[in-house]
């Protein structure tokens, strides 16, 4: 394809084919990316259908094909990262798991998938910072450092985090609430 009919194309679906990114990611920065690469990937093309209709279809299933790529590898760096990634309470919790019955086993096993999956829950920003001081524990100073997030909002996070959580928590009344530092 020449620079003239990806010109072409791009002043004919450009508008639709980016409110389409923009669709499938949410995201602006993924959407300008996504737009780029499906862009970049029929420059490279050698055929391209002549029909308005032909093509369309052409970019969007690319773009469409770009995501589904993308959201599998995000997938599976978030899958490598959690197996490298286990919390230093449950490597203590599974040395301490040879003792328990197989019922106390799974319990706790669902108990750590529920705690996990409402820290995921939570909004990115305040995520980061749990993450950074209970699975990581470090001091409020070292999160500062490694966020450049100022102390007092690092603070308010962390308290309110801790809020969403205890009150998540303690709407499932099979899990122990973690707050200020213990069960409770």
């Excluded at 299933?61 to 286990?86: D, L, N, T």
């Excluded at 709407?171 to 530092?181: A, F, H, I, K």
């Amino acid at each position: 394809m020449e620079q003239r009919e990806l010109e072409q194309l791009i002043g004919m679906y450009g508008r639709d084919i980016y409110s389409f990114c923009c669709y499938l990611t949410r995201n602006k920065q993924e959407a300008d990316d996504l737009y780029q690469d499906t862009f970049v990937k029929v420059l490279e093309m050698q055929a391209f259908p002549e029909d308005k209709e032909g093509a369309k279809n052409l970019l969007l299933s690319v773009a469409v094909r770009f995501w589904k790529e993308q959201k599998r590898k995000a997938a599976r760096r978030r899958r490598i990262e959690e197996e490298q990634y286990i919390p230093q309470e449950l490597k203590n919790a599974e040395i301490s798991e040879n003792l328990d019955t197989p019922e106390e086993h799974m319990i706790r096993n669902e108990r750590n998938a529920y705690v996990r999956s409402c820290v995921e829950k939570l909004p990115e920003k305040m995520k980061v910072i749990v993450l950074l001081y209970y699975m990581e524990q470090r001091k409020m100073e070292e999160i500062v450092e490694l966020t450049g997030v100022p102390m007092g909002t690092v603070k308010s996070r962390l308290h309110r985090a801790k809020k969403i959580l205890a009150k998540e928590l303690r709407q499932n009344q099979d899990v122990e609430v973690y707050v200020n530092g213990s069960f409770g």
